[in-house]
């Protein structure tokens, strides 16, 4: 079965940087787009990053010239790294597979999340 795994999440202060990583089960997802979205208590799951297959990238507003997504095909994995961390950051965090660009209603497969929390 198909399915996507996040790690990587945690509590950091402020102007702190933290690597997400999301590894696929399977060599599905290698034709699909990647990314990440991110859900903050009471706030809509919002879109931060995506990568497709050949390399190609879209990066949200508030994440522009903070945070960077990878990917490793050979190994079915796609990173984000956010530096420059803020207290809006605060959120848990999704990893998404889908076609690209990997607009939210379109995403085909998500995985659980994994909590980041910024201290101000």
Do not use: H
């Amino acid at each position: 079965q198909a399915r996507l795994v996040e790690s990587g999440g945690g509590l950091v202060q402020a102007g702190d940087s933290l690597r997400l990583s999301c590894e696929a089960s399977t060599r599905t997802f290698t034709s699909y787009a990647m990314g990440w979205f991110r859900q903050g208590p009471g706030n809509e799951r919002n879109f931060v990053a995506a990568i497709n297959w050949s390399g190609a990238t879209r990066i949200s507003d508030s994440a522009e010239g903070r945070f960077t997504i990878s990917r490793d095909n050979a190994r079915n994995t796609v990173i984000l790294q956010m530096n420059n961390l803020k207290s809006e950051d605060t959120a848990t965090y999704y990893c998404a597979a889908g076609p690209w660009p990997l607009s939210r209603i379109v995403v085909n497969w998500w995985g659980k999340g994994t909590l980041v929390t910024v201290s101000s």
